[in-house]
């Protein structure tokens, strides 16, 4: 299967967040890997979005859409650092 990598994902978790959110780094709840969004392994033909670890491969987001409603499942994101992507800008 195609795969893309987190900036796929840009635009919409721009809708989802209101802000850029590739450079955030974010830690993998699965494996512990540290790594910034737009450095995720992203399938762009399965149902919504779904970007995974790339490290391990462990589900990381899913966006979904429910009566045009953006729904985000983030539970495999153990944290995000914002401060940590500006430093590293």
């Known amino acids: 299967m195609e795969t893309l990598d987190g900036n796929a994902l840009g635009g919409l978790l721009q ?15 699965s494996c512990g890997a540290v790594a910034a969004v737009a450095q995720t392994v992203v399938y762009p033909r399965l149902q919504g979005a779904i970007a995974r670890c790339r490290t ?5 987001i899913a966006i979904t859409q ?3 409603v953006n729904c985000a499942d983030m539970r495999g994101i153990a944290a995000l650092d914002e401060s940590r992507a ?3 800008v």
């Open 15 to 29: 809708e989802v967040f209101g802000e850029d959110m590739t450079a955030v780094m974010t830690t993998c709840a």
């Open 56 to 60: 391990c491969g462990a589900l990381l």
């Open 86 to 88: 500006r430093r590293s």
């Open 66 to 68: 429910v009566h045009g």
